[in-house]
């Protein structure tokens, strides 16, 4: 506590900063002083920063060179406890973030998953609205891709949030993307809303996503053969949503067509 008192604050506070660099990345002593400032009020001081550069230089052994965190299972569940017990302090981590601290936050919390129920609690929210949570510019569809891609398999507590964050993937996606994209990332919403018990939005989704596969395989597309294993991927997910929904002749034609193709 003596360290708390030189600072001016309180030992809660001091944790507070510990977790939010954790959860958010803090690589250096500027942005450790950022995140002192913007979570927990802490002016800067020599003594702020003193403290800042070891806690720093201890981090530097959690953090790979691709500059994502790696905590400790002890930096883990300090920052899962701290987020828990405070609203406050979720609310101030978790907006206003750039699109690398709100990646880094999802990748976190993604991990903490398998070990900490409250991971996922703090994790639907977040993801939900994820976009309006990035202050200052960035490419929303790719900061969008990055999240999605580090989430673990797909579970009950997180679909909704998957889903909605997916639906908003795909209408940020600029009118000129690549189709092939846009069907893959239809795919992906298929089987998410399927996770969900959502059949009937999952095959109507999984159509939109063959059509779209259909049309890149036309003789008059660019290089039609490229696409062709993607269709043949694209069919197999709507023969599983037309099972799902008992219509079996159609899924026996889907399939058949799949075939044909390989």
Request: negative net charge.
């Amino acid at each position: 506590d003596v360290c708390s008192s030189d600072l001016g604050t309180t030992p809660d506070a001091l944790r507070q900063v510990v977790a939010a660099s954790c959860l958010l990345g803090a690589e250096s002593v500027p942005d450790a002083a950022e995140l002192a400032a913007r979570i927990a009020g802490i002016p800067a001081s020599p003594e702020l920063t003193e403290w800042l550069s070891e806690i720093c230089a201890a981090s530097r052994s959690w953090t790979t060179a691709d500059g994502f965190l790696h905590p400790s299972r002890l930096a883990e569940l300090l920052t899962i406890r701290e987020l828990a017990a405070s609203d406050s302090l979720g609310q101030a981590c978790l907006t206003s973030m750039t699109a690398g601290q709100a990646l880094r936050a999802v990748s976190f919390l993604a991990r903490a998953i398998p070990d900490y129920t409250e991971a996922a609690t703090l994790l639907s929210p977040l993801l939900a609205n994820l976009d309006e949570r990035i202050a200052g510019p960035s490419d929303t569809a790719q900061t969008l891709s990055a999240a999605l891609s580090v989430l673990p398999e797909p579970s009950t507590a997180l679909a909704p949030a998957v889903i909605a964050l997916t639906r908003r993937l795909l209408a940020d996606l600029p009118a000129g993307a690549d189709p092939a994209a846009r069907s893959r990332w239809l795919e992906e919403l298929s089987r998410s809303l399927s996770n969900a018990g959502r059949q009937s939005e999952a095959l109507m989704v999984a159509d939109e996503a063959v059509t779209i596969r259909r049309e890149l395989t036309e003789p008059t597309a660019g290089s039609p053969e490229r696409h062709l294993p993607s269709l043949v991927l694209s069919l197999e997910n709507l023969a599983d949503r037309l099972k799902a929904q008992g219509y079996l002749p159609r899924m026996h034609a889907v399939l058949g067509e799949a075939i044909a193709l390989t």
